[in-house]
């Protein structure tokens, strides 16, 4: 599996932690660059979970990811950046969105 995280500056321990929770390949986007690189930038086909660090990101850029989630049906979490969270949460806290017909954002090609 793989999870895209959003967010956080340095990740310290917590892709390790998330490669012993079963996840095989760890991206990450940093939450405060400057100007709007991931802003548009597409959530990659492969990503099966997101996880969104609240704390250490833009809100442009969260809203952006949260949209493209819900057009892709892909779970999405959102936490304060602490690897005590990742080992208190199940996966099952991830918040399953159904993927809207008709989604505004999707391309025509996805509907």
């Known amino acids: 599996m793989t999870v895209l995280i959003v967010g956080g500056d340095r990740l310290g321990t917590i892709p390790k932690k998330l490669e012993g929770e079963g996840f095989t390949e760890v991206i990450h986007w940093r ?13 990659p086909e492969r990503v099966d979970r997101i996880i969104v660090f609240c704390d250490f ?30 080992q208190s949460c199940p996966k099952s806290s991830f918040v399953a969105e159904a993927a809207a017909t008709g989604c505004p954002h999707q391309a025509p090609w996805d509907r």
């Open 57 to 86: 990101v833009k809100h442009d850029l969260a809203k952006h990811v949260k949209r493209e989630a819900k057009c892709k049906g892909i779970p999405i979490a959102f936490c304060r950046r602490s690897s005590a969270w990742l």
């Open 31 to 43: 939450g405060r660059q400057k100007g709007k690189a991931n802003f548009t930038k597409p959530v």
